[in-house]
């Protein structure tokens, strides 16, 4: 524990000891380590976090590097979740960081254990399985936060929080509405979101990135590798949106403020 004393003498001037020791005892999960996750991953860390779990089933790709934490021209074709796990022990050597490279969806969620976390963490792209991370996220104790669409937004400004059903101006959190209503369906709680109801167009065209470090397997340039056609969502998804660090970035750090937030001020 020395290193951590001097690591997080900063954070301890502010928020005191008993704050210290609730924010090292708390269990974290965080699912989806992309734009928003990762610096999620790395303000908790940075924070004092000290129980962490990264879910990520992705490898590192070189247009990830414009907004993602551990995407850089070194890390290329790295798994996701290794190399930001390497990079948020470099910050706190004692820390546990769990690193699974893994898909959460039905035939997956119940080796989660998601009981087992005090914060459950959103970050997933996919609706399908964003929506029953929310179900099941929301049956259990665990704080629960969730990250609607980052993507096609500029202006920072715009960033807020409000709860899943008074979010407005989203496309993603219309669309995971309008799925529980279909189905008749509603999650058991409610739950904060992180958003902005800012919506551009891209400008741009949608292609490959025509590198030679591409590694998806439908790539017209460069190596692909077949083997990883499940790890890689860029070829198989039907729209691919531009986005910015500066916007992913808010929307991770806005989540991790409210995990230490919620640990600071909420009676425990």
């Known amino acids: 524990m020395g290193i951590e004393k001097g690591i997080f003498n900063r954070t301890q001037l502010l928020l005191g000891s008993e704050a210290m020791d609730r924010i090292a005892n708390a269990r974290v999960i965080v699912f989806g380590v992309g734009g928003v996750g990762s610096w999620c991953a790395e303000s908790l860390v940075r924070s004092g976090i000290r129980m962490l779990t990264i879910v990520d089933s992705d490898r590192v790709c070189i247009t990830n590097i414009n907004r993602q934490l ?10 996701k979740v290794e190399a930001l796990k390497e990079r948020l022990l470099t910050i706190n050597p004692t820390a546990e960081i769990d690193a699974r490279q893994q898909i959460f969806c039905e035939e997956t969620a119940e080796s989660f254990e998601l009981d087992t976390y005090d914060y459950i963490i959103d970050a997933i792209d996919s609706l399908k399985d964003k929506m029953l991370l929310i179900e099941m996220a929301c049956r259990t104790k665990a704080k629960f936060y969730s990250s609607m669409g980052a993507a096609l937004k500029l202006d920072p400004t715009k960033v807020k929080v409000a709860e899943f059903w008074q979010v407005q101006g ?46 998806c397997p439908k790539a017209n340039s460069g190596p692909g590798n077949a083997a990883l056609l499940n790890h890689e969502w860029c070829s198989s998804k039907a729209q691919i949106n531009g986005s910015l660090m500066h916007i992913t970035a808010i929307f991770g750090m806005t989540i991790a403020g409210l995990v230490i937030k919620h640990l600071t001020t909420e009676p425990q």
Do not use: I, W
Request: glycine share 6%.
């Open 170 to 215: 989203c496309p993603l959190a219309r669309a995971l509405r309008q799925r529980f209503k279909k189905l008749k369906r509603r999650p058991m709680r409610k739950f904060q979101c992180v958003y902005s109801d800012e919506l551009l167009e891209n400008k741009g065209h949608n292609a490959t990135c025509g590198s030679e470090k591409c590694m």
């Open 70 to 79: 551990m995407a850089t021209t070194k890390t290329v074709g790295q798994v």
